[in-house]
C-alpha cells in the first residue's frame, strides 16, 4: 500500500461512453501525475498538477480532461475515446516536483471497445 | 526521441547471482536518477536513486553507479532472489534545469531462477 488509492481497478467503456478515474492521496503531498502505460511503451507523462495548478500537458489529446479540486484528489474525465486510448493510467504523487520520490497508485486497466 | 533507453527488454538471473540492469540517457541536464520496481497488477515504487555528485550508491542488496561521462547507470542486485522477479523502470531529471518532472524509460523485465 502506497498511500496512493486508484479506482476503478479495471474500466471497460465504448468509443461514445463518458467516464472518469479517481485518484486520491493521504500523504500530504501536493504535486499529482497521471501517466499512460502502453505495452512496450515507456511511461508516458500526461499531465501533472502542483499546488492544484497544471504545470504540464503533454499534447495530450482533448479526450482527457484532467481535474485537481485540491491537493489529496486528481481526476481524468474521458470522452470519446479511441481503442488505441486503451492502456493502464497510472496516477502518482511527490511532495514537490523534480527530485521527489513519486509514489504511484496501483493503476486503472481501461479497454476501449 | 526517448531520452532515457533501457536496451535490454528482459533478462534472466539465477537465484544468489548478480543480476545487473542497464540504462543510458541522453540529456546532459538529467542530474538525478531513480529505480523503480513494479510487479505485475502493482504501480511502481520506488527502490533506490542517484544524484551526478556521486558514481555509487547501495541499499542493502542494491546498489546503483553512475558514469556520467559515458551517461549510463545500472542497478546491481546480489544476490538475486526469487522475489526480484519484476519489471525495472530507469528514471531521470534535472534539478538544475527547473522542475522537470521524470522521464522513465521502457523498463526491463527481470526473472530470477530458483
Known amino acids: 500500500e502506497t498511500g496512493v488509492t486508484q479506482t476503478p481497478r479495471h474500466l471497460v467503456m465504448g468509443m461514445t461512453n463518458k467516464k472518469s478515474l479517481k485518484c486520491e492521496q493521504h500523504?500530504?503531498?501536493?504535486?499529482m501525475y497521471w501517466y499512460k502505460q502502453s505495452a512496450k511503451k515507456p511511461l508516458e507523462l500526461m499531465f501533472v498538477?502542483?499546488?492544484?495548478?497544471?504545470?504540464e500537458n503533454n499534447s495530450v489529446p482533448s479526450r482527457f480532461s484532467p481535474e485537481c479540486p485540491n491537493s489529496s484528489h486528481l481526476f481524468l474525465h474521458l470522452h470519446t475515446l479511441q481503442p488505441e486510448d486503451s492502456a493502464l493510467y497510472l496516477c502518482?504523487?511527490?511532495?514537490?516536483?523534480?527530485?521527489?520520490?513519486?509514489?504511484f497508485g496501483a493503476g486503472t486497466r481501461l479497454s476501449v471497445l | 526521441d526517448q531520452q532515457v533507453k533501457q536496451n535490454s527488454p528482459s533478462l534472466s538471473v539465477q537465484e544468489g547471482r548478480i543480476s545487473i540492469l542497464n540504462c543510458d540517457y541522453t540529456?546532459?541536464?538529467?542530474?538525478?536518477f531513480l529505480w523503480y520496481k513494479k510487479y505485475p497488477a502493482e504501480g511502481p515504487t520506488f527502490l533506490i536513486s542517484?544524484?551526478?555528485?556521486?558514481d555509487k550508491n547501495e541499499d542493502g542488496r542494491f546498489t546503483v553507479f553512475l558514469n556520467k561521462s559515458a551517461k549510463h547507470l545500472s542497478l546491481h542486485i546480489v544476490p538475486s532472489q526469487p522475489g526480484d522477479s519484476a519489471v525495472y523502470f530507469c528514471?531521470?531529471?534535472?534539478?538544475?534545469?527547473?522542475?522537470?518532472?521524470?522521464?522513465f524509460g521502457k523498463g526491463t523485465r527481470l526473472s530470477v531462477i530458483a
Open positions: 542517484i544524484s551526478s555528485i556521486k
Open positions: 528514471a531521470a531529471s534535472g534539478i538544475n534545469s527547473g522542475n522537470t518532472p521524470l522521464v
Open positions: 502518482a504523487s511527490s511532495l514537490g516536483l523534480s527530485t521527489d520520490i513519486q509514489y
Open positions: 498538477y502542483n499546488f492544484k495548478e497544471q504545470t
Open positions: 540529456n546532459s541536464m538529467f542530474d538525478y
Open positions: 500523504l500530504g503531498h501536493n504535486a
